[in-house]
C-alpha cells in the first residue's frame, strides 16, 4: 500500500521560504508524477504543481514564479520550496501521486495523498 | 486558470439521489476526458471517488457515478447515506497540462 507522509515547518515567517519535504514509502517514487496541492482553512483545493520522477516539471502560473518542485529518488522523496510567503500562503498543504493518462503524460487525478500538514505563515 | 464552477451546497435525504455539477471550459472540463471527483470529511485528506470522468476506483461503492457533457461534468450518489456527508471537489486536466479544481460543494445528508 503506497503512503505519503509530508513533513516540514509549521511556522513560517512572512517574506521567508516555505519547504516541505514528502516521503513515500510502500512503492518506488519512479514513472509517476508527484503533486503538491494545498487547501486554506475553510477553502478549497489549490493545485500548485508537479514533478516527474525524471526531474521535469508543470507548475501552477499563478505560482510559477515563487514555487520550485524537486525529487530525490534515492530517498523516494519529493519537496517543495514557496518562497516569499504571506500570510495568504497559510494552508494545509498536501502531496499526492497523479498516474500516467492513457495518452502519456500526466492524468490530472490523484489516487494516493498525503494527510497534510497545516503550514502556518506568521510573525 | 480559474477555478471551475460548484454549487455551494447540495441536499438529500437518506435513500435519495443528489447530482453536483461542476462546470468549466473547452480549455479543461469540456476538452478532455480527464475530470475526476473527491470527497473530502472534516479534517481529512481528500479521497478519489471517480477519475477519468466516469471510473471508479476499486473499494468506491457503484452508488458514485460520473458523467460529462460538453464543458460540464456531473457526480450522482444514487442511495444517499449518512457517511456521504462530506465535501465535494472536482478536478480537471487542462491544455496547459495542468490541474484546475473546483470551488468545492457541501452535501448534507438531511
Known amino acids: 500500500q503506497v503512503q505519503l507522509q509530508e513533513s516540514g515547518p509549521g511556522l513560517v515567517k512572512p517574506s521567508e521560504t516555505l519547504s516541505l519535504t514528502c516521503t513515500v514509502s510502500?512503492?518506488?517514487?519512479?514513472?509517476?508524477?508527484w503533486s503538491w496541492i494545498r487547501q486554506p482553512p475553510g477553502k478549497g483545493l489549490e493545485w500548485i504543481g508537479y514533478?516527474?520522477?525524471?526531474?521535469?516539471?508543470n507548475y501552477n502560473p499563478s505560482l510559477k514564479s515563487r514555487v520550485t518542485i524537486s525529487v530525490d529518488t534515492s530517498k523516494n522523496q519529493f519537496s517543495l520550496k514557496l518562497s516569499s510567503v504571506t500570510a495568504a500562503d497559510t494552508a494545509v498543504y498536501y502531496c499526492?501521486?497523479?498516474?500516467?493518462?492513457?495518452?502519456?503524460?500526466?492524468?490530472?487525478?490523484?489516487?494516493?495523498w498525503g494527510q497534510g500538514t497545516l503550514v502556518t505563515v506568521s510573525s | 486558470q480559474s477555478a471551475l464552477t460548484q454549487p455551494a451546497s447540495v441536499s438529500g435525504s437518506p435513500g435519495q439521489s443528489i447530482t453536483i455539477s461542476c462546470t468549466g471550459t473547452s480549455s479543461d472540463v469540456g476538452g478532455y476526458n480527464y475530470v475526476s471527483w473527491y470527497q473530502q470529511h472534516p479534517g481529512k485528506a481528500p479521497k478519489l471517488m471517480i477519475y477519468e470522468v466516469s471510473n471508479r476506483p476499486s473499494g468506491v461503492p457503484d452508488r458514485f457515478s460520473g458523467s460529462k457533457s460538453g464543458n460540464t461534468a456531473s457526480l450522482t450518489i444514487s442511495g444517499l447515506q449518512a457517511e456521504d456527508e462530506a465535501d465535494y471537489y472536482c478536478?480537471?486536466?487542462?491544455?496547459?497540462?495542468?490541474?484546475?479544481f473546483g470551488g468545492g460543494t457541501k452535501l448534507t445528508v438531511l
Open positions: 478536478s480537471s486536466y487542462t491544455s496547459s497540462s495542468t490541474v484546475v
Open positions: 510502500g512503492g518506488s517514487i519512479s514513472s509517476y508524477y
Open positions: 514533478i516527474y520522477y525524471s526531474g521535469s516539471t
Open positions: 499526492a501521486r497523479e498516474p500516467h493518462s492513457v495518452r502519456g503524460g500526466s492524468s490530472g487525478w490523484f489516487d494516493y
